[in-house]
């Protein structure tokens, strides 16, 4: 089955800073990969996704980027605020199998 | 998320006691997942419905129990047989495919 590596697991910054958190995944068939930011005591939240047949997509300061062949994929958050302080997972699958995520990075913003 | 409902946000559970967590959705998704978190473990898959009347095993899903009768409804039962139930138990749901999915704000379960 599918695995997911996340790296790091902690990752502090000043802000206005970027951060960029990496992820790779074990099975050649998944195709679809989002990213999700945790604030404690809540539910993931979808920030970003990208399907295999995109190399890149970027939402404002979010990015997200895909090396289908290297099989990892990177989150990039530019000019950082204390409000991205928070968990951010990154989550891998195939059409008709669960999600499997990874193990979390803890992004702290400090200004 | 809108439209997922995980009842109740914090639950206590006696030695020996099976509790259930329950779950609600009204986004008329056909997929819903539980996924059990744990710190520094990050979310791990319990069980899984794709469609009413159906379900399959996650990866941890030894001391727990799901039924899905109705398509707004995916309870979990953590049983007795789980021995380290102390986690953040999170609800999600998902339209089919490769679509995204969404999660509840999640139940706290603790042992006294």
């Known amino acids: 089955g599918e695995n997911v590596e996340q790296h790091p697991s902690t990752l502090s910054v000043q802000e206005g800073d970027s951060a960029v958190i990496k992820c790779t995944y074990s099975?050649?068939?998944?195709?679809?990969f989002p990213w999700y930011k945790q604030e404690l005591g809540k539910g993931p939240q979808l920030i970003i996704d990208?399907?295999?047949?995109?190399g890149e997509k970027k939402d404002q300061r979010i990015a997200v980027t895909l090396n289908k062949t290297a099989k990892h994929f990177s989150l990039h958050i530019t000019e950082t605020q204390p409000e991205d302080s928070a968990v951010y997972f990154c989550?891998?699958?195939?059409?008709?199998?669960?999600?499997?995520f990874g193990k979390g990075t803890t992004l702290s913003v400090s200004s | 998320d809108g439209g997922i409902t995980q009842s109740p946000k914090y639950l206590f559970r006696k030695e020996g006691q099976n509790v259930t967590l329950s779950c609600e959705q009204n986004l008329n998704h056909d997929a819903m997942y539980w996924y059990r978190q744990d710190p520094g473990q990050g979310l791990r898959l319990i069980y899984y419905s794709q469609i009413v009347n159906d379900f399959q095993k996650g990866d941890i899903a030894e001391g727990y129990s799901v039924s899905r009768e109705k398509k707004e409804s995916f309870p979990l039962t953590v049983t007795s047989a789980q021995k380290n139930p102390t986690a953040f138990y999170l609800c999600?749901?998902?339209?089919?495919?490769?679509?995204?999915?969404?999660f509840g704000d999640g139940t706290r379960l603790s042992i006294l």
């Open positions: 990208i399907r295999s047949n995109v």
């Open positions: 989550a891998a699958n195939q059409a008709g199998t669960a999600l499997i």
């Open positions: 999600a749901t998902r339209q089919g495919g490769n679509q995204p999915q969404h």
């Open positions: 099975d050649s068939a998944s195709n679809y």
